[in-house]
């Protein structure tokens, strides 16, 4: 019975969907805590986390209920009109970010975009219309056809071409590289402080310390997209907390919603520059994904995930790294519950594939890269579990071999 269900809804998925990924053949039905089941009722230890965007576990019972509290109250007010969880969400963020002002999208991408429209807001008003961004090679920042051309993924150069002009790469942590492809006409760098999708490296202190101080020198704008890094899932509440240096604008995503579509661009007052009409959206500011944000933000500060992520994190780079003893693992890396490490090239998948028939998730980031970052509630005994599980997958590689 369970299975012919299975099946046809895999064939419907053939039939009626576009195909945009590659996706093993289950259906995930449930979830809850860390554990997510498929429509065979088999349960699945989430290491991948929603792909680090569940940060409070799978159905928390903080965004069941100020879901159905707000859906009971206000569920769409219009971006014409302020709402009370609005006001409420901009305020308790702003106050813990450092920043001063916010403005509320759905995803990543249009957190992303709106950060690249302010600083051309800002060249155009400061600095005598420059407009070109620097930006990392191997960053991703979105798949809008802006944050595309911002991304530096080598398999984007040519694809939906042409581009949004403006947009020149440099190498992480190369600053001679960034200091070089500075023009006149440019206005902003945006990094992510530790690359989420393109492999887990992160930025150096000393690095980031010259990027600061270039954009000082030239009026131009820093940006952060901690729209992986943020939240708590580095180990800190804000990945620009390990440096001790501070961005002009600084996008959020992913776990800001824990699940709920939601994203923010933050700044500081100074770079106030839009005016009524330069930025907005149907669903910028809308209740529920605001009294969404609102919970969630203040549950990972009650109960402290971001001293949970740093715990954990330093637990499973311990454990992985005495398992690199007994198994082909090398370069472990990453900060907090952002985490990876590599595997023989060509066997990441695998690994990955014989880790979900054993009733684990984790991502392959590519062919030689695997990530994990899980839920934010992650506990020594789910990591146990993963690391048993992780163990037995390698040993079935070995024998596959
Ligand atoms: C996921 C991600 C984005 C894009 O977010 P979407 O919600 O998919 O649009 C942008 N930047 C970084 C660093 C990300 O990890």
Redesign the pocket.
Known sequence: MEKTKTAALLETAGKSLLFTAKRPNIVMERGEGMYMWDTDGNRYLDFVGG??VASLGHSPAALQKALTKQSATLVHASPGYYNRPMLEFAELLTSVSGMDKAFFAS??????ESAIKLARKHGAVNLNGAYEIITLTN??????LA?MSATGKEQWKELFAPKVDGFKHVPINDLDACFAAVTNQTCAIMV?LV???GGVHAVDEAYLYGLRKICDMYGMLLIF?????GLGRTGKLFAYEHYGIQPDVM?L??GIGAGF?L?AMLTKSKYDLFEPGDQGGTYTGAPLAMAVGYAVLAELLERNLADNAYAQGRYLVNALQKLSAEFPITAIRGKGLLLAFDVPEGTAAELAAICLREGLLINSLNSSTIRLVPPLIVSQRDSDEMLGILRGAFGQLQAAI
């Open positions: 792909w680090a995803s990543g991408a249009e957190a992303n960053s991703f920042h979105g798949r809008s944050t992510e690359q989420g999708e997209d901690e729209i992986q890094t996008t995503g992913k579509p994203s």
